[in-house]
Nanobody, 124 residues
Framework: QVQLVESGGGLVEAGGSLRLSCAAS????????MGWFRQAPGKEREFVAA?????????SNTEAVKGRFTISRDNALNTFYLQMSSLETEDTAVYYC????????????????WGQGTQVTVSS
């Protein structure tokens, strides 16, 4: 069992930055994939980025975030991050971290473990 807890969400003006954190505890897998998803009101959950636990493999939804977001991890802290910059009002959503076994994937239904979500609101 893996427990995930997000933090770092909040209200920010357009053009600003936020860093989301996801602390993992419990049974963390050396071959696990950690992902970030987001869900805006009335929309489907959307893949944002993912990273392998060893950091060797990453994937990012460049169409949605246009290179403005960066995923990273700190294995010593069992924590991974989503650094978001140049935020736009369209980035407003609840952001979720999630975990699955290898291989890396953009499909939410393949992720077995989820955090509770953290709200990010970008004002114009």
């Amino acid at each position: 069992q893996v427990q995930l807890v997000e933090s770092g969400g909040g209200l920010v003006e357009a053009g600003g930055s936020l860093r989301l954190s996801c602390a993992a505890s419990g049974r963390t897998f050396l071959n696990s994939i950690m992902g970030w998803f987001r869900q805006a009101p009335g929309k489907e959950r959307e893949f944002v980025a993912a990273i392998a636990w060893n950091g060797a493999t990453t994937d990012s939804n460049t169409e949605a975030v246009k290179g403005r977001f960066t995923i990273s991890r700190d294995n010593a802290l069992n924590t991974f991050y989503l650094q978001m910059s140049s935020l736009e009002t369209e980035d407003t959503a609840v952001y979720y971290c999630a975990a699955k076994r290898w291989p890396i994937s953009r499909r939410a239904n393949e992720y077995a473990y989820w955090g509770q979500g953290t709200q990010v609101t970008v004002s114009s």
